[in-house]
Protein backbone atom coordinates (compact mmCIF):
# COMPACT_ATOMS: atom_id res chain seq x y z
CA UNK A 1 0.00 0.00 0.00
CA UNK A 2 1.13 3.84 -0.67
CA UNK A 3 0.20 6.41 1.41
CA UNK A 4 0.66 9.94 0.38
CA UNK A 5 1.96 12.82 2.86
CA UNK A 6 2.48 11.24 5.91
CA UNK A 7 2.31 14.43 8.02
CA UNK A 8 -1.33 14.50 7.57
CA UNK A 9 -3.92 13.14 9.97
CA UNK A 10 -6.00 10.80 7.73
CA UNK A 11 -2.29 9.02 6.15
CA UNK A 12 -1.36 8.62 9.36
CA UNK A 13 -4.94 6.67 10.56
CA UNK A 14 -4.28 4.87 7.26
CA UNK A 15 -0.53 3.95 8.12
CA UNK A 16 -2.11 2.78 11.15
CA UNK A 17 -4.84 0.41 9.73
CA UNK A 18 -2.98 -0.76 7.18
CA UNK A 19 -0.71 -2.00 9.55
CA UNK A 20 -2.77 -3.25 12.12
CA UNK A 21 -5.10 -5.65 8.70
CA UNK A 22 -0.84 -6.94 7.97
CA UNK A 23 -0.64 -4.79 5.35
CA UNK A 24 3.02 -3.69 3.27
CA UNK A 25 3.13 0.19 4.07
CA UNK A 26 5.22 2.46 1.69
CA UNK A 27 5.12 6.62 2.89
CA UNK A 28 5.47 9.29 1.01
CA UNK A 29 6.59 13.06 2.28
CA UNK A 30 8.95 16.12 1.72
CA UNK A 31 10.29 15.95 5.27
CA UNK A 32 12.85 13.25 6.38
CA UNK A 33 11.51 13.65 9.99
CA UNK A 34 8.10 12.94 9.17
CA UNK A 35 9.45 9.98 7.21
CA UNK A 36 11.10 9.05 10.68
CA UNK A 37 7.94 9.06 12.90
CA UNK A 38 5.99 7.28 9.99
CA UNK A 39 8.46 4.14 10.98
CA UNK A 40 7.24 4.61 14.78
CA UNK A 41 3.89 4.42 13.27
CA UNK A 42 4.64 1.39 10.97
CA UNK A 43 5.47 2.24 7.96
CA UNK A 44 8.23 0.03 6.39
CA UNK A 45 9.16 1.54 3.67
CA UNK A 46 9.55 5.88 3.43
CA UNK A 47 10.26 8.04 0.81
CA UNK A 48 10.88 11.38 0.11
CA UNK A 49 9.54 12.87 -2.72
CA UNK A 50 12.35 15.32 -3.43
CA UNK A 51 15.25 13.35 -3.37
CA UNK A 52 13.82 10.20 -5.66
CA UNK A 53 11.01 9.61 -8.14
CA UNK A 54 8.00 7.74 -5.62
CA UNK A 55 6.92 6.08 -8.96
CA UNK A 56 10.26 4.90 -10.00
CA UNK A 57 10.79 3.78 -6.49
CA UNK A 58 8.02 1.90 -5.88
CA UNK A 59 8.19 -0.18 -9.52
CA UNK A 60 11.72 -1.22 -7.85
CA UNK A 61 10.35 -2.17 -4.44
CA UNK A 62 7.80 -4.02 -5.80
CA UNK A 63 9.35 -6.21 -8.77
CA UNK A 64 7.77 -3.12 -11.47
CA UNK A 65 4.33 -4.39 -10.22
CA UNK A 66 3.45 -1.53 -8.43
CA UNK A 67 1.00 -1.54 -4.82
CA UNK A 68 -2.58 -3.29 -4.87
CA UNK A 69 -3.36 -0.17 -2.98
CA UNK A 70 -2.89 3.82 -2.88
CA UNK A 71 -4.43 6.20 -0.77
CA UNK A 72 -4.75 9.46 -2.24
CA UNK A 73 -5.05 12.13 0.43
CA UNK A 74 -2.71 15.23 -1.68
CA UNK A 75 -4.82 15.83 -5.33
CA UNK A 76 -3.10 17.03 -7.86
CA UNK A 77 0.40 17.05 -7.31
CA UNK A 78 0.77 13.38 -6.89
CA UNK A 79 -2.50 12.06 -8.75
CA UNK A 80 -0.20 10.69 -11.78
CA UNK A 81 2.16 9.55 -9.65
CA UNK A 82 -0.39 7.35 -7.53
CA UNK A 83 -1.81 6.08 -11.12
CA UNK A 84 1.89 5.55 -12.10
CA UNK A 85 2.13 3.06 -9.00
CA UNK A 86 -1.07 1.45 -8.72
CA UNK A 87 -0.75 -2.31 -10.29
CA UNK A 88 -2.80 -3.52 -12.75
CA UNK A 89 -5.96 -4.16 -11.13
CA UNK A 90 -5.56 -2.20 -8.28
CA UNK A 91 -7.20 0.53 -6.13
CA UNK A 92 -6.59 3.77 -5.56
CA UNK A 93 -9.04 5.71 -2.70
CA UNK A 94 -9.18 8.93 -3.02
CA UNK A 95 -10.44 11.27 0.17
CA UNK A 96 -8.67 14.66 -0.52
CA UNK A 97 -7.08 17.05 -2.66
CA UNK A 98 -4.86 19.61 -0.51
CA UNK A 99 -2.95 19.98 -3.68
CA UNK A 100 -5.69 20.90 -5.69
CA UNK A 101 -9.29 19.39 -7.42
CA UNK A 102 -8.17 18.99 -10.84
CA UNK A 103 -5.88 16.76 -11.34
CA UNK A 104 -4.19 16.24 -14.73
CA UNK A 105 -5.53 12.66 -15.87
CA UNK A 106 -3.77 9.67 -18.00
CA UNK A 107 -6.81 8.33 -18.80
CA UNK A 108 -5.56 4.87 -20.44
CA UNK A 109 -3.57 4.08 -17.38
CA UNK A 110 -6.86 3.64 -15.80
CA UNK A 111 -8.11 1.58 -18.00
CA UNK A 112 -5.33 -0.08 -19.26
CA UNK A 113 -3.92 -0.87 -15.96
CA UNK A 114 -7.99 -1.55 -15.25
CA UNK A 115 -7.77 0.38 -12.19
CA UNK A 116 -10.42 1.45 -9.70
CA UNK A 117 -10.83 4.89 -8.15
CA UNK A 118 -12.82 4.73 -5.11
CA UNK A 119 -14.13 7.84 -3.15
CA UNK A 120 -14.33 7.73 0.51
CA UNK A 121 -15.04 10.37 2.83
CA UNK A 122 -15.68 9.22 6.31
CA UNK A 123 -17.77 6.05 5.73
CA UNK A 124 -21.30 5.17 6.86
CA UNK A 125 -22.26 4.95 10.68
CA UNK A 126 -21.69 1.38 11.37
CA UNK A 127 -17.98 2.06 10.31
CA UNK A 128 -17.40 5.28 11.89
CA UNK A 129 -18.93 3.48 15.38
CA UNK A 130 -16.04 0.91 14.69
CA UNK A 131 -13.34 3.25 14.32
CA UNK A 132 -14.84 4.75 17.51
CA UNK A 133 -14.26 1.01 18.85
CA UNK A 134 -10.84 1.36 18.08
CA UNK A 135 -10.31 4.73 19.70
CA UNK A 136 -11.75 3.46 22.69
CA UNK A 137 -9.44 -0.08 22.81
CA UNK A 138 -6.63 2.46 21.92
CA UNK A 139 -6.03 0.44 18.89
CA UNK A 140 -6.36 3.99 16.84
CA UNK A 141 -5.93 7.27 18.50
CA UNK A 142 -5.76 10.91 16.40
CA UNK A 143 -2.01 11.87 16.47
CA UNK A 144 -2.06 15.94 17.82
CA UNK A 145 1.43 17.67 16.51
CA UNK A 146 0.47 20.92 18.41
CA UNK A 147 -2.44 22.95 20.34
CA UNK A 148 -2.44 26.55 19.59
CA UNK A 149 -4.51 28.86 21.88
CA UNK A 150 -7.72 30.09 20.35
CA UNK A 151 -6.09 33.65 20.05
CA UNK A 152 -3.11 32.23 17.99
CA UNK A 153 -5.56 30.91 15.34
CA UNK A 154 -3.23 32.98 12.35
CA UNK A 155 0.04 30.78 13.72
CA UNK A 156 -1.53 28.04 13.66
CA UNK A 157 -2.94 28.63 10.06
CA UNK A 158 0.96 29.32 9.20
CA UNK A 159 2.28 26.64 10.93
CA UNK A 160 0.10 24.40 8.38
CA UNK A 161 1.11 26.23 5.56
CA UNK A 162 4.33 25.81 5.87
CA UNK A 163 3.93 21.87 6.23
CA UNK A 164 5.15 21.79 9.56
CA UNK A 165 2.74 19.58 11.35
CA UNK A 166 3.21 15.48 11.79
CA UNK A 167 -0.72 14.77 12.83
CA UNK A 168 -3.49 17.38 13.59
CA UNK A 169 -3.38 21.11 14.55
CA UNK A 170 -6.14 22.18 17.07
CA UNK A 171 -7.49 25.30 18.30
CA UNK A 172 -7.75 25.09 22.10
CA UNK A 173 -10.78 26.98 23.37
CA UNK A 174 -10.39 26.92 27.03
CA UNK A 175 -8.49 28.92 29.51
CA UNK A 176 -4.56 27.58 29.14
CA UNK A 177 -5.22 25.63 26.06
Known amino acids: MLIHGIGGGVAQ ?10 AAVIVTSSDDAKLEKAKGLGAEITI ?21 VVVETTGKATWMTSLRCAAKGGR ?8 GPDPAEEIRLIFWNQLSILGS ?7 FA ?9 KLRPLVD ?30 GA
Do not use: H, W
Open 130 to 138: DMLSMVCEK
Open 146 to 175: KVFPLAEGIAAYRYLAEGRQFGKVVLGVRD
Open 13 to 22: AATILARQAQ
Open 121 to 127: TMGNQKE
Open 48 to 68: NYTLEDVARKVRELTGKRGVD
Open 92 to 99: IVTCGATT
